[in-house]
């Protein structure tokens, strides 16, 4: 995954481009590289391996690059080590044409021969290059005719910004499966992965539909469709405020993120209970598609994976239907069952996960009705789902997700409710305990949050060991699943997450003395269970750190620590888990002094399968 950006406009283009790239540094971080092309359609490009500081120092914060039309890049590599000569962008070989790229040429290689065959040198790995040689090969004189001829031949995916030499005022945009928005100035306008990059500019925004072509100067936007004919898009606004994509105080992203949890589960949850009732507002599931629902698949990856594992238990327990959860990279190659009567829950933070994409694909390929669970306006996945709920996390910039996920866990929750009582699953009183609960969320989270320092105590203890081990039951499970992503993706600390009861099947032999165990013991029910489980690696010299509720005060017997959340209904609770196993991962981390918000080798969104 990669971030771009583009300027036109009166101002100097390259240090707007490098401040554009500081806030996609999220999406890759391995090199960076920018193009400017002053009045007289010179175009000057500079790369740097490493991170986007090294290109900020090479360009004298970007003082030193004369033009006010450019594109910049930053980049996660995926064709190519990270080095200069592979960083964006790339030059076609005549210097004319210049192009950054976030996605995957997939026929690049063919491309690659018969350009080759044509006597074109390449000089880097990437995939990129292809596209900056093409343009060259197909220009004959009208500079759109040759990017739709380009376009024609490029298959995969592909966010493109593209600067040309006789066209010094404008530089042209095109996104197929691959996130781009236009932001829309004042006598300037931009181009990025993503709109917090813009926010500080402008709030207006056009999306591009797959291969279109927009030529963007300081004054106009103009869109052309497959059929090279001019298409009207009307701009959106978007009520995000600036401040929401800077740190705010907070020493990282993620810190400021978790603190954002109780405003973005409200906004998910509360627009949507009307007189105590769920109104799913932006989605339009009928009372008798829902009757004829025999099964739902969810799927996701990652920390959206994990929230799918939630749904899956919590909508089972209301609604009685099966649900199945799956991985997204699995879904598409396990020949899944689907049909008009399977529901097809699709849940990701970006919209842009490829796999993830691919999956919805594949499940609106069987006829099954695809709900997304999305936080990106207008992100691929929510323009293709049938249904889209929209989570109202805002923006998310550090890498390891902690507002997003809970606030997928909280859709799910409205969801299955909503099914749960279509469906006449769930005894009125139940209905309206739980509704009270999901209200009363975000305090809950506000209270938890008041108090950091057990948690942080926690974390100076155990940060120096090398493995940690996670158990619970059902949702708790879910919910060790989610904490031992969050720990090592950010600390590095090899974790792994088991059912309490299936631990003594292999696992437990890697408990010795001194390993921690963090049992999650919320859930009443299965408590006694859990409990003997928590036993059994005491017995083996574990140290337990338990995150329990008040009902299971007797775990303090046997945990050498306890982490209590605040009283909930049981089956709410895990939003509340996960966010002291969030702060857990995080005071970790900030011990060890990683780099939380880009942990190495992840990045935020991956378009990639
Ligand atoms: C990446 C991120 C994870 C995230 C996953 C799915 O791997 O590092 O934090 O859970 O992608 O992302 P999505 O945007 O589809 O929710």
Redesign the pocket.
Known sequence: MCGIVGYAGRRKAAPLLLDGLKKLEYRGYDSSGIAVENAKGEIQAVKAKGRLIKLIELTSGGENLDGTVGIGHTRWATHGEPNDVNSHPHLSEDGRFAVVHNGIIENYLELKSFLTDKGFKFVSQTDTEVIAHLLEYYFDGDVLDCIRKVLNKLSGSYALGILFNETPDVFYAIRKDSPLVVGLGKDENFIASDMPALLKHTRNFILLSDDEIACISGTKVVIYNKNMEVEEKKPFFVDWDPETAEKGGYPHFMLKEIHEQPKAVRDTVMPRIKDDKIVLYDISLSAEYVKSIKKINIV?????YHAGIIGKYYIERVCRIPVETDFASEFRYRSPIADERVLTII????G??AD?LAALREAKRLKSRTLAVVNVLGSSIAREADDVLYTHAGPEIA???TK?YTTQVAALYLIGLYLAKTLDTIPQSEYEEQLKSLKNLSDNITKLLEKPEETQYLASLYYKNKDLFFIGRGMDYASALEGALKLK?ISYIHAEAYPAGELKHGTISLIENGSPVIAVAVDKRLFEKTLSNIKEVKTRGAKVIAVASNENRAVENEAEHTLYIPDCHPLLAPVLTAVYLQLFGYYVAAVKGCDIDKPRN?????TVE
Do not use: F, Y
């Not at 996701?300 to 959206?304: T, V």
């Not at 849940?347 to 970006?350: E, K, L, M, V």
């Not at 992840?602 to 991956?606: D, E, I, T």
């Open positions: 996701g990856c990652g920390s959206a849940i990701s933070q970006s842009e996960t993830t890498v390891a997700t997003g993706e992840l990045a935020k969104s991956v």
